[in-house]
């Protein structure tokens, strides 16, 4: 099946320093997405790319779906003491119907995120 | 903005016995995923459904069912318990694009 390969697996930085995480794949996607968990708590969607070549951003988040839609990567910007969590990125290859569309997500290991203040 | 909700948020249960895990995808939304997270791991897909028929399946046991109903609400039936069932589930629901999570059920078996 699809495997997700995300690095790195954990990050310690101090508040304020950029952190930037990936990525890649065995199989293309058509979605890319990427979201932050706090333990115990369902994974919060952070940010959605659909085309290949894609770039962006929300607040101090920016993401970038992969030319070759086998990788992609996500950019936190000045980072502060909330940012800590686990992020994943998630494959998705959507399947379009009547207007909606659907498909499984394949998640990669996750990245564990410390922040010392 | 209304929220995927699942019910309950904690379950106890001995081996052998059954639970039912419910979830009410965001309103609108016609697709439902369920996702089973254990340990430090990531989470896996375990079936979907997209307007009440199932549209996929993943790693998911046979001693495990699930159905949505009329209303889009799910329920992930798990019969047969084993100790190795302990772990979050989670579900999903979505309409066009992004998938979005509701806060899942840690389920226990002793």
């Known amino acids: 099946g699809q495997q997700l390969n995300q690095s790195p697996q954990s990050m310690f930085i101090q508040e304020g320093e950029d952190v930037s995480m990936n990525c890649t794949s065995s199989?293309?996607?058509?979605?890319w997405l990427w979201y932050k968990q706090d333990p115990g708590e369902g994974p919060v969607l952070l940010i959605a790319?659909?085309?290949?070549?894609e770039l962006t951003s929300n607040g101090r988040l920016t993401a970038q779906f992969g030319i070759t839609r086998k990788d992609s990567f996500l950019n936190i910007s000045a980072s502060i003491p909330s940012d800590v969590g686990i992020y994943f990125c998630?494959?998705?290859?959507?399947?379009?119907?009547?207007?909606?569309?659907?498909?499984?997500?394949?998640f990669g290991q996750g990245t564990i995120l410390t922040v010392h203040p | 903005a209304a929220g995927v909700i699942q019910s309950p948020r904690h379950l106890i249960k001995e081996k052998r016995e059954t639970a039912t895990l419910k979830c009410y995808p965001i309103?609108?939304?016609?697709?439902v995923y369920w996702y089973q997270q254990g340990p430090g791991q990531d989470p896996q897909f375990l079936i979907s459904?997209?307007?009440?028929?199932?549209?996929d399946k993943g790693s998911i046991p046979d001693r495990f069912s699930a159905q949505q109903f009329s209303d889009y609400h799910s329920e992930l039936n798990m019969s047969s318990l084993e100790l190795g069932d302990s772990a979050l589930y989670f579900c999903?629901?979505?309409?066009?694009?992004?998938?979005?999570f509701g806060p899942g059920t840690r389920l226990t078996v002793l």
């Open positions: 309103p609108r939304h016609d697709t």
């Open positions: 998630a494959g998705q290859l959507r399947n379009n119907a009547g207007g909606t569309s659907y498909g499984k997500l394949t």
């Open positions: 790319l659909y085309k290949a070549g």
């Open positions: 199989s293309i996607f058509n979605t």
């Open positions: 999903a629901s979505s309409l066009t694009l992004g998938q979005f």
């Open positions: 459904f997209y307007e009440k028929m199932q549209s």
